[in-house]
C-alpha cells in the first residue's frame, strides 16, 4: 500500500520537474522501514523512530521533513495518513558558513597564476585561466560551467541548460569576458578531440569537477591565499558570492535601482526565488558605506 502511495508521490514530483533523486531514496527506506512492521498508512511515532536512526541531528530532521511532505499529500487523500509536526525533532540550526569575497586584486593574482601552469603552450594554462575568468564574470555554478559545450557559446552569450531546478538560462556577457572566450576558443578548437565540452584538459577529456578543485587549491598556494580567511581555504563557490556582492555595489542607494537589480540579479544567477539570491549577499565596507548612506539621506529627508 505505502509502496503504492510513493510510486504515485515520486512520479508528480518528477512530473513538475524535480529530479527528487536524494528524496526518492530516503521515501524508500522509510516505506520500507514501515512496511517491515505491517503499516499500511504513515504514522508519525513510526516516522520518528525511523528519522531516529539517521546518525546526525541534521540527518535526522531530514529524514523527518522528507516524509512529512509526502505525509502532506497523503492526508489530503485519505485522513488515515497522520502529519508528524515539523519541529518533532527539535528546531534547525541554520548554520551558513560566511563567504570569502575576493578583492580585484586576488582575483587578478589567481587568474595569473592560472595562465603560468604548465606545460606552457598547451591549452591547460588558457582553459584554467578562461574557466575561472568566466565564474567569476558571470557567477556561475562550477557544476554549469564544467558541463558546458562548445555550441552553448552563441552570439547573445552562455547558454546554461537543465540545470539546478531543471532551467535553462542565457548569461550575456561583457565585452572584456566575450573577448577572453573568444580567445580560448581559438584553441579549444584547434584541440584534436570528441568531446564537445567548452573546458577540457590536455588530452581533450571533459573535466572532472575534483581535478579544478586540485587545481585551485594549488592557485591558492601560489596566491598565498590558502587559509586566508581566518585560517579557512576560500572556495571556488565564493567567486558566485563575489559576484552577487560587487555587482550589488555598483548600484548605490537607489531603492529603485536595488529593486531592479535584485530581481535581474536572481535570474542571472539562476535562483528560482528570490530569497536564495538573499543567501548569496555578504556585508562589505562599500555596502555597509551605502548602507549608512541611504539611512542618513532618509533621516535628514524625515526632518526635513
Known amino acids: 500500500m505505502l509502496s503504492q502511495h ?8 518528477q512530473s513538475l520537474g524535480f529530479k527528487f533523486r536524494v528524496q526518492q531514496i530516503l521515501l524508500r527506506g522509510y516505506v520500507g522501514f514501515a512496511e517491515e512492521r505491517g503499516d499500511r498508512h504513515i504514522r508519525s511515532a513510526r516516522v520518528l523512530a525511523w528519522a531516529a536512526r539517521a ?10 521533513l522528507t516524509v512529512r511532505r509526502f505525509a502532506l499529500a497523503m492526508h489530503a487523500e ?8 515539523a519541529d518533532a525533532l527539535g528546531h534547525a540550526v541554520v548554520k551558513r558558513r560566511p563567504p570569502y569575497i575576493y578583492s580585484a586584486d586576488e582575483i587578478a593574482r589567481l587568474l595569473r597564476a592560472a595562465a603560468a601552469l604548465r606545460p606552457a603552450g598547451s591549452i591547460r594554462p588558457t582553459m584554467y585561466a578562461t574557466l575561472f575568468g568566466l565564474l567569476t564574470a ?9 558541463a558546458l559545450q562548445i555550441d552553448d557559446v552563441t552570439a547573445d552569450g552562455l547558454v546554461v541548460r537543465q540545470t539546478k531546478f531543471q532551467k535553462s538560462r542565457l548569461l550575456p556577457l561583457h565585452a572584456t569576458a566575450r573577448l577572453a572566450l573568444d580567445r580560448y576558443l581559438v584553441a579549444r578548437r584547434s584541440l584534436t578531440t570528441t568531446d564537445r565540452a567548452l ?6 577529456q571533459s573535466l572532472p569537477y575534483n581535478t579544478v578543485r586540485r587545481i585551485f587549491l594549488q592557485l591558492l598556494d601560489r596566491t598565498n591565499l590558502r587559509g586566508a580567511y581566518s585560517g579557512r581555504d576560500p572556495r571556488i563557490h565564493d567567486l558566485r558570492h563575489t559576484f552577487a556582492v560587487r555587482s550589488l555595489e555598483q548600484c548605490r ?14 535570474t542571472y544567477l539562476g535562483h528560482a526565488h528570490v530569497t536564495d539570491t538573499y543567501w548569496y549577499l ?8 551605502q548602507i549608512a548612506e541611504a539611512g542618513e539621506a532618509l533621516l535628514i529627508g524625515g526632518a526635513a
Open 6 to 13: 510513493l510510486a504515485k508521490y515520486v512520479d508528480q514530483q
Open 55 to 64: 546518525p546526525s541531528p541534521e540527518q535526522r530532521r531530514n529524514r523527518l
Open 78 to 85: 485519505n485522513a488515515r495518513h497522520q502529519v508528524p509536526a
Open 138 to 146: 558571470t557567477g556561475m555554478r562550477i557544476a554549469e560551467a564544467l
Open 199 to 204: 573546458f577540457v584538459s590536455v588530452a581533450g
Open 253 to 266: 542607494h537607489d531603492r529603485a535601482a536595488v529593486a531592479r537589480h535584485i530581481v535581474a540579479l536572481s
Open 282 to 289: 555578504q556585508a562589505t565596507p562599500v555596502l555597509m558605506g
